[in-house]
DNA sequence: GTGAAAGCGCTAACAG
DNA sequence: CTGTTAGCGCTTTCAC
């Protein structure tokens, strides 16, 4: 089967190469008649313009790119990932734009990625991952006039556009939930401390204890990462401070703090209370439901894609900066039950 | 900042278009001399060639597209996806091709991904994930000359390449497991039905019972779907059938079965033994660790890219089938502890 | 309304 | 070794 060109879709319906492309483009100007003829030729060839071709031409290839760190504890076990990217894939089809995946493990792979992202005429604009990977591409591509939007608050960078939830916001309101509930003595195992995240949501569970008169004891604080293994012995250096309840910076560390409070003989939430981050939907364990701060993981992704186009569509715009809503999710986890509100 | 092209770099360097182009691509006959000079200037100029102009010369893009259907319960909770989409994406960035993902959740997103999959010029070949919503599309590129390589066997079609564990033989396996070590009324929990790996592992299933001379129980066998709240429910169903062991087709399925054991007062492996599907990396959950057929899935991804590739290299090639092998892993929920071999 | 022709940025013969 | 030239397949003025 040769490869059809416009030229040949041209010549089969007897017109020229510029009406064929009229046609294909919807554009006016073309008797209704040798309109229909083309739009015959083309269905019964099976006629798709070339993309690379067009893209030379247009300058645009209509092809998005994500960034995402590959890193091993987190997208093995989290669905945070793999939802937030279904997110923007629904979105990217939506909008008919392609969507280009890369993994950065380290910071060699990043260096190899760069080219390739930053490189015109593959990709129109690109969606960065927040985190210790993804920020010194973010710094790079500054330089850059290729649109981007970075996934949760940069580290630093003053005019870049960002979409994020109000971490501190949503981690000051799960505490004060704990502190309403009559806990005094509540701990946190926050996320990577080297991140906005980490550092956003600690910030919040600090601000509920100042402003709430409680103190702060370093000894019931201890810094984790994304992970179920980290957390659950995060959890362990917890226990000898005796918490009340803790606030897990993600529902996954929450699951491995709480193994960990099982593992102990103590019980969910009778002994210690529990709150999480995310409402990821999570295996049916046989424990106490999750009270979890519920982020819209989905239409985070599919409104970063949305912004990411009207970047790329109007480049004027300065930098754009889109904070989403979470929403306290109470089950049972945080003890609510057994308390008096 | 003007958009530079090779011109501007010849330009700077004093030297024609073709020399630098011959630089970028490594080609011989350069003096070193005027090589280092062009060098220095795409260094300085932070230059990189056009992708799409590239590609539109070269007929080659240097991207292959993954194929994956979004159904909600898998991609969502199981991590078999995710994990697979690593490997594929970690063999991309190994092989410096870009990966493009496409995830389809409907027929109507099928017939939206159609054109854009199986246009020239976009992608230099395809990774389709075989199921329901694959296959069709599957037929539609038999017809075209895009290199593509089917994951898992798709349900028809006689001369495609693709890539496979052999579930029946796995299947078996774990039967055979069970039956060695005792049980009699063994069940199972199928997958899909309608998908080749559903009929494969229920075949492997079928073919333990019968050469060891045991009876095909059909109030043993559920037919089910790679979800847990649905095997959850199929369990429900085993149950009254009083299954001594179950094999269900995957481990996430098993996670449901084994809750609705759970919960019905049952213990495992004690009352019900149970042989899994994949060995995910799973939550660690307060059950007896899975025994489970132990699929290589990174390395599945990574070697239906290098088969892709050479697929793509080199097109007289017939169609490749490729078996991966798959590893029986004993743990403790097949009740191997209790029985003796 | 429609066709001719230029050009998008790069590679690859083909001369020298 | 290096420059000139002719495409790759599409879009888009600009004539007619």
Chains 1, 2 share one sequence.
Not at 128 to 134: A, C, D, V
């Amino acid at each position: 089967m040769p490869e059809l060109t416009l030229e040949d879709i041209a010549q089969k319906a007897g017109v020229s190469r510029s009406t064929v492309s009229r046609v294909i483009n919807g554009q006016p100007y073309v008797r209704a008649e040798v309109r229909a003829r083309v739009l015959e030729v083309i269905r019964e060839t099976n006629f798709h313009p070339n993309v690379a071709a067009r893209s030379l031409a247009l300058q645009r290839s209509w092809m998005l790119g994500l960034v995402l760190p590959r890193t091993v504890s987190s997208l093995f076990t989290d669905p945070y990932f793999p939802r937030l990217t279904q997110g923007v894939a629904q979105a990217c089809n939506q909008h008919n734009f392609t969507l280009g995946l890369f993994l950065v493990g380290s910071a060699e792979d990043e260096e190899k990625i760069y080219p390739r992202v930053a490189r015109k005429g593959l990709l129109d604009g690109l969606l960065i991952q927040s985190g210790e990977l993804g920020d010194q591409l973010i710094d790079r591509l500054a330089n850059t006039n290729m649109p981007f939007l970075v996934l949760g608050r940069p580290f630093h960078g003053e005019n870049i556009s960002y979409i994020d939830v109000d971490n501190v916001d949503a981690a000051y309101g799960a505490v004060v939930h704990l502190i309403r509930l009559g806990y005094r003595r509540i701990g946190t195992i926050t996320g990577p401390i080297k991140s906005a995240v980490g550092i956003d949501r600690k910030e919040g569970y600090l601000r509920a204890l100042v402003e709430h008169g409680l103190p702060v004891d370093e000894s019931l604080i201890v810094d984790g990462s994304f992970s179920e293994a980290e957390s659950y012995a995060a959890m362990q250096q917890l226990l000898p401070a005796r918490p009340e309840a803790v606030f897990a910076a993600s529902d996954m560390m929450a699951v491995g703090a709480m193994r960990a409070v099982r593992e102990a003989g103590l019980e969910v939430p009778d002994d210690i209370a529990f709150v999480g981050f995310d409402d990821m939907p999570m295996i049916p364990v046989p424990e106490p439901r999750l009270t979890t701060v519920r982020q819209p993981i989905i239409k985070f992704g599919e409104k970063a894609v949305e912004i990411l186009i009207d970047l790329i569509e109007d480049r004027t715009r300065g930098p754009q900066r889109v904070i989403m809503n979470t929403e306290l999710i109470v089950r049972e986890s945080c003890g609510i039950r057994g308390r008096n509100l």
